[in-house]
Every structure is written in C-alpha cells, then in structure tokens.
C-alpha cells in the first residue's frame, strides 16, 4: 500500500496575457498593447518534434527492420487561444473599454499590425513590425504570427458576449517582454482612467509587469 500526500502552493504567479506590436528597429517601442481583459477559457501549445522515421530491411535479431530517425528537433509552438472579452469593463485598461469595445479593439490590432507590415514591404524596408505574446502565468513570451482563421462569434445563449479564437505561430522565443512594456501599459491606462481607479493600483500593476 501507498500514499501521496500533497502540499500547499500559493499561487504567486499573475494571470496575464497580452500581445504587443513593436517598431522594427531599436528600441523597439510599443506601437499598440493589448492586454486580454479575461483569462483566455482556452490557451493551448502545440510544439511539434520535427523527426522522420525510416523503416528498411534488417537482420532476423530486429524481426527483419532496422529503424533510422532523422531528427531536426522541436518546432516553436502553436499557440491556439480563445474566449471571451466579456461585457463589463476592465482594470486591465483602467476601466475605459466594455467588453465588447475590447473585442473590437482585438480585432483592429491585428488589422493595424497587417497594414504595418504591409506599408514596409511596399517601401521595400525589409525590417517588419513585431508581434509579441505575453504568457505571464507561465513566464512564456514570443514573437508570433497569426494564421488561418480569426473568428469571432456570439451565440443566442450569451447573445451579449462575443467569444474570439485565432491560432499563433510561434517564431521564436524572447527572454523577457521589454521592459518598456509596463510604462506603455500604465501611461495607456491613466491616459483615459476613472477617477474610481487609483493610480497606486495602475502603478502597482507596472511594477509587477516590469518585474518580470
């Protein structure tokens, strides 16, 4: 017979998620932030091993194959993320969007960060804008790329609420989010905060981010 036993862990971590466009060259400034103002319902990783698997003809000793691997590794991750943005405002922005204000403004960040990089390639600049994804309940942060399919829906169940889920490739990681990240954030939020919102609270808020 045996036991486990467990012990108690406080839960130290923030949970936080954010994606950032950056400038193409140094310092990389914050051209637009957007923190989700709920927890993803579902934020899935997907890294794939990039190994091919030769099987030919062996010795008797093997059951006649003999197995090869190619291996290349592991790939970056594929992030599949999806929720809501909810109905009510938020701390995350200092209480300024409604939920559905914040599903738009989603939306018209990932067209800006499109038209960006457009504007680049047909000034034949070959330095892109960045998008980054901030995981810091997980201490993860990387550069993607959305692909496929954005859909936002809504249904009659929760006909206020709009729900979203886009996939982002992951092309490399970064150590840490800039630190510049936690300035953007406060200077967006105490731009347009309620007075109902204390400034020690926002600035709390930026000294958790920039420890990170």
Excluded: C
């Excluded at 130290?12 to 400034?29: F, G, K, Q």
């Excluded at 800039?178 to 600035?203: E, F, H, K």
């Amino acid at each position: 017979m045996s036991g486990f036993l467990t012990v108690k862990a406080p839960n130290l971590h923030l949970a936080l998620y954010m994606l950032s466009i950056r400038a193409p060259e140094p310092p990389y400034l914050a051209v637009d932030t957007f923190i989700f103002p709920l927890s993803p319902q579902r934020l899935r990783k997907v890294s794939v091993a990039m190994s091919t698997i030769y099987d030919t003809a062996g010795p008797p000793i093997s059951a006649g194959v003999t197995r090869s691997a190619d291996s290349y590794g592991m790939s970056p991750f594929m992030y599949e993320i999806e929720g809501t943005t909810g109905w009510d405002r938020h701390l995350t922005d200092g209480f300024i969007l409604t939920g559905q204000q914040a599903i738009q403004r989603l939306q018209q960040m990932l067209f800006k960060y499109a038209e960006l990089n457009q504007i680049q390639r047909l000034n034949n600049n070959p330095n892109g804008y960045i998008l980054e994804f901030g995981d810091f309940f997980n201490k993860e942060f990387y550069q993607v790329e959305p692909i496929g399919p954005i859909e936002i829906n809504s249904s009659d169940r929760a006909p206020l609420l709009q729900y979203f889920r886009m996939r982002l490739a992951g092309i490399q990681p970064i150590a840490a989010p800039i630190t510049a990240t936690a300035l953007d954030l406060l200077a967006i939020a105490l731009a347009g905060t309620p007075a109902a919102v204390s400034r020690t609270t926002l600035a709390f808020t930026a000294l958790v981010l920039a420890s990170y």
